[in-house]
């Protein structure tokens, strides 16, 4: 398959900007407006267990305010199932959380997780979200996935960024054989298949080109961009080259 492939603009970053000071601005949520003006095709918040950038408020406001989808990150905690019971966003995608992390450093385990993660995800199937796991590029994991009833797998991608841009080819190379093969199983399962983390103007092509890819999900970059070329700009350069690898 191919057709056009979404970009979900993450804005955690600027509210780590903003907690910096302690202060009210950067405001997350005009960010997530200024992307969808600028073309996202959804807005992606991760509330974290320490909040460490997104707070419980800008989540509320986000899905007050936002006229494109919310996809909602967090773990599979009852305290973040019950924020997602009461917000109900488009998307909730179910991510790995250690408080010592700098990010998320790795996929879901849902192989070793599978009947604990199988009856988290159910109430949030049954009150419309769609529930997507963040996973790597392993058949196991995209198996089990497709087994508890997720309805999209998100691909990591930061082993293939970091490789390339550390200048280890064959391993970016191998990296990316490995997404590939991962989108095409995972769509031939019956699951929607996204990409994302640490992806760049640098790398995004070879990730847009798969032909089972529907959505790729970007923040740090996008947002380190903004400060030198503005939001829009920095939006606009990264549709440019998805569509580009697309076509």
Known sequence: MSGKLRLGVNIDHVATVRNARGTAFPD??????????AGADGITAHLR?????????????????????LNFE???????????????????????????????????DVVHEEARLGAFIAPLREAGCRVSLFI??????????????????????GAYCDAHH???????????????VAAEHAHA???EVHGGHGLTFETVAPVAA?????????GHFLIGEAIFTGLAE???GMRQRMDAARA
């Open 74 to 108: 967090m773990a599979a905690t009852a305290e973040m199932q019950e924020i997602a019971l009461r917000h109900r966003p488009h998307a909730v995608c179910l991510v790995p959380e250690r408080r010592e992390e700098r990010t998320t450093e790795g996929g879901l």
């Open 210 to 218: 798969l032909p089972q890819m529907q959505e790729l999900n970007i």
């Open 49 to 69: 267990e320490d909040r460490r950038h997104i707070h419980d408020d800008d989540i509320a406001r986000l899905k007050a305010e936002l006229t494109v989808p």
């Open 136 to 157: 790597g590029a392993d058949s196991a994991q995209i198996e089990a996935a497709a087994r508890i009833g997720a309805a999209v797998v998100e691909i990591h991608t």
């Open 189 to 191: 399962l019956g699951l």
């Open 28 to 37: 997350p949520v005009r960010a997530g407006l200024l992307a969808a003006q």
């Open 234 to 236: 920095a939006i606009a």
């Open 166 to 180: 550390e200048g280890r080819i064959a391993d970016r190379d191998a990296e990316l054989a490995r997404i590939a």
